[in-house]
């Protein structure tokens, strides 16, 4: 019955994916789009908690007695959007660092600032 | 009637299955640019457009009916564009059709 | 994969890839943001932002062996936490039973609309989604603050001038096709705000798409010709205008006795309150998100053009 378990090591697989672009990869750009699928593999989490077996979508009909969890549905829905604002924010900061120091890559950026300390 | 519906309904499913899946191993299999894009634009079309079609056959509302029509327009639509605008971009970027003279594998010729 | 490019395909393929893993699960209208977002306006950005920093990554890494190591502890320990969780779909989780009954059995009582979803997010939890807009509209400020560049109104002209005889020539079937598709999408866009409290829909994804129609308008026909149809003052007026809106029916509610944000009071029967209180913070949504996408986009590439 361990196997009933399974959404979550989905997830987790997932979260470790964007976890290992953001701490091995010194590019900017890809630490942010591994920030992206650890925020996906969060959504995940939340909309497999909120499945009920048998159950429809919670919109509410004639005929239909059982449904999802909506508020799961609800947190997500703002965070994605919000998700994708930070995000925009982000590669803002990326595009200014590139502009000051010529580079995104972490180590180049680093090796700059050392010069000129 | 119920039967005939549901036949070609489950048809035209099938055929646009197929044609999304022969898509999709012709943008593995085929050798260069061109030829994989002529593989998944041609196909998406008709195969999406089957698809919807077959769903089309399938439902009794007539709201449905006119949503399920509005896609399939739409994909009329875009599907042709995006795949000439694609080309387009390629043929601009100086990317060479493959032919029996030169042997390139979808790269940029410089 | 070094060519960043490729990558930032396969993060929109990703995208809409667990937009269809959410309709799988029930969630329509997670579904139908993740859509709009995760492939559409996400993928687009990052490929801006990647042509402004450049496409290549360098091949030097340190050391993946300790990223690797970290990794698999933290997921080794995570994994052996779920060990606890309930089961998947099991309808007896913990989750399941506590607010969620209220929300399902009393909110066509209360709310009087079938869509759960937007009867949580715009009643039941409006609080908390004001705080999102808030977020988002502090976001897209934030990319201003770092991106903004001064437009110069004669360089723009004569270059959405070249810009516009170069398109014309150039890109006649895209040109003509764009210009039959964006009154649809926007239709489109307006449908999905309005018919959000039926079936899924809302500010939020209509905000997204209305942003998208525009932002196609500028990548087909220029960034500097979408200036002059899209004012940018008017656009920065209208993100503050909903974040205000939002807010402001707050404070109505407020003024006619009731709490914060408490729609029974805006209207003579509490259910056309709630109708009335929903629509009016879901245009708020719709309003903010909207400009602030727009905002973002229009930063970011007119920054491109900039450099």
């Not at chain 1, 650890?38 to 919109?59: C, D, E, L, R």
């Not at chain 3, 109104?153 to 895209?174: K, W």
């Not at chain 3, 087909?220 to 004012?231: D, K, W």
Request: charged share 10%; aromatic share 10%.
């Amino acid at each position: 019955m361990i196997l009933g378990l399974y959404n979550y090591w989905v997830v987790v697989v997932l979260m470790m994916i964007g976890l290992y672009i953001v701490i091995a990869h010194g590019n900017l750009i890809k630490k942010i789009i591994g920030l992206t699928i650890f925020q996906t593999a969060v959504f995940i989490f939340y909309i497999s908690i909120a499945k009920v077996n048998g159950a429809s979508a919670p919109i509410l009909a004639e005929g239909i007695s059982r449904y999802s969890n909506p508020l799961p549905h609800v947190l997500i829905l703002t965070a994605i959007v919000v998700g994708i604002a930070t995000v925009a924010l982000g590669l803002a900061l990326a595009v200014r660092i590139n502009e000051a120091y010529g580079s995104v890559e972490e180590e180049s950026v680093q090796n700059t600032d050392n010069q000129e300390c | 009637m119920d039967i005939i519906f549901d036949m070609s309904s489950a048809l035209c499913l099938l055929l646009g299955s197929f044609l999304c899946l022969s898509g999709g191993v012709g943008i593995i299999r085929f050798p260069d640019f061109y030829t994989r894009m002529h593989a998944v634009g041609v196909t998406d079309t008709l195969g999406a457009g089957m698809i919807l079609i077959g769903l089309l056959l399938q439902t009794p509302e007539f709201l449905v009916v006119l949503k399920l029509l509005l896609i399939l327009v739409m994909t009329v639509f875009i599907s042709p564009v995006a795949s000439h605008a694609l080309a387009k971009a390629a043929f601009r970027n100086d990317l060479v059709p493959l032919s029996d003279g030169n042997e390139n594998k979808g790269e940029t010729e410089s | 994969m070094r060519d960043l490019f490729a990558v930032v395909m396969m993060s929109g393929i990703f995208g809409l890839l667990s937009a269809s893993f959410f309709v799988a699960m029930d969630a329509v209208d997670v579904a139908f943001t993740e859509a709009s977002v995760g492939a559409g306006i996400a993928t687009l950005l990052m490929l801006t932002a990647v042509t402004l920093t450049g496409r290549l990554e360098d091949s030097e890494r340190h050391k993946p062996m300790w990223a690797l190591v970290v990794v698999f502890i933290t997921g080794g320990l995570l994994i052996y936490g779920t060990l606890d969780m309930p089961y998947f779909d099991s309808s007896q989780a913990p989750v399941h039973l506590h607010v969620a009954p209220r929300y399902i059995n009393d909110s066509m009582q209360e709310i009087g609309i079938p869509n759960i979803v937007t009867s949580v997010l715009a009643s039941y939890r409006g609080f908390d989604t004001l705080g999102e807009v808030v977020v988002i509209f502090t976001a897209g400020m934030g990319v201003l603050a770092l991106l903004r560049v001064e437009s110069r109104p004669g360089i723009d002209q004569t270059m959405a001038d070249s810009i516009f005889y170069l398109m014309h020539e150039r890109h006649l079937i895209l040109r003509v096709v764009t210009k039959i598709l964006i009154p649809f999408i926007l239709l489109f866009a307006l449908y999905v705000q309005f018919h959000g409290d039926f079936g899924p829909g809302g500010g939020f994804q209509a905000g997204v798409i209305f942003a998208a129609a525009i932002i196609l308008y500028a990548m087909v026909f220029g960034l500097p010709t979408a200036r002059r149809v899209v004012n940018q003052t008017f656009v920065r007026l209208l993100a503050a205008v909903g974040v205000l809106l939002y807010g402001g029916v707050g404070l109505v509610s407020m003024l006619n006795g009731g709490n914060f944000l408490d729609y029974n009071v805006l209207a003579g029967d509490p259910v056309a309150g709630q109708h009335l209180g929903i629509l009016l913070i879901e245009l708020g949504v719709g309003c903010t998100v909207a400009s602030v996408m727009v905002i973002i986009f229009f930063n970011f590439s007119g920054r491109r053009n900039h450099s």
